[in-house]
């Protein structure tokens, strides 16, 4: 099997062959952009009719992780790079991150939220007016309801739509200074690539440059750490600098 020759993944579930060669290039896609996601997996499936219909459909969710295994339903890059989050978050030590990111977000899980339908378990996909978006620094208000649904669904946009407002409403907004701050944790601990967070952050800056960089300081206090390094910094700088007349 191509999964696990390349990866090192053993492939179970749907024999739809189709299927099967999108949810290989996915992982190819995947490793390519960021191999640190892949190799903590040690097995993946795609959902049967029959799996799709008695379990997935009910709660309404596309995937679920179970130590190192992974089912989704459809071969999509998103649904895949979030499932593969839940297995590296699962599989490495994290207590120093979480703890930043709580920190961060204080207690903010679970605020705000709509009540869950009740055959979905007790995660919910809608914010309390009935929207889904971004809001308060995370991605969706799926993401906000726990800790690693959370780092899960800004995985899944870093793969998807790159923090990049067109894909939004004109009344969502990442405009939150907690959006970066969480990016570039997970920047360090390789849940996204650098370029993955440059792509985020410059999409970010584009859209609400002045609001959040009134915040920036103040968020680098509260996770104790920098935002950028001092190369980056300095490149920024470099960058601003007027050229000189010849």
Known sequence: ????????????????????LQLLECLRTIHEKN????????????????????????????????GKTIVV???????????????????????????????????SYGKGLCKPDVHSGTLSSAWADGSAGPRNGFVSAYGANTLEEHIATYVEEAFE??????????????????????LNILKENEYITPEQFETASSNILIHNAVTV????????????????????????????????VL
């Open 35 to 66: 191999s640190s996601l892949v190799k903590h997996c040690d097995s993946i499936a795609l959902a049967t009719d029959q799996l799709q219909e008695q379990y997935f459909a009910p709660r309404n969710i596309a995937g679920q992780c179970w």
């Open 161 to 182: 739509r790159k923090f990049d407002l067109c894909y939004y409403g004109s009344s969502e907004s990442f405009d939150d200074p907690k959006y970066l701050a969480m």
């Open 73 to 107: 339903c459809d071969p999509f890059i998103s649904d895949v790079a979030h499932e593969l989050a839940h297995v590296q978050h699962r599989s490495t030590d994290s207590r120093v991150m979480d703890a930043q990111i709580n920190e961060l977000f204080d207690d």
């Open 213 to 244: 960089k009134t915040h920036l300081d103040d968020v680098a206090k509260r996770i104790h750490k920098p935002l950028f390094s001092e190369e980056e910094e300095r490149c920024e700088r470099d960058e601003e600098r007027p050229a000189e």
């Open 1 to 20: 099997n191509a999964m696990m020759r390349e990866f090192g993944i053993l492939y179970q579930g749907s024999t739809d062959e189709h299927k099967q």
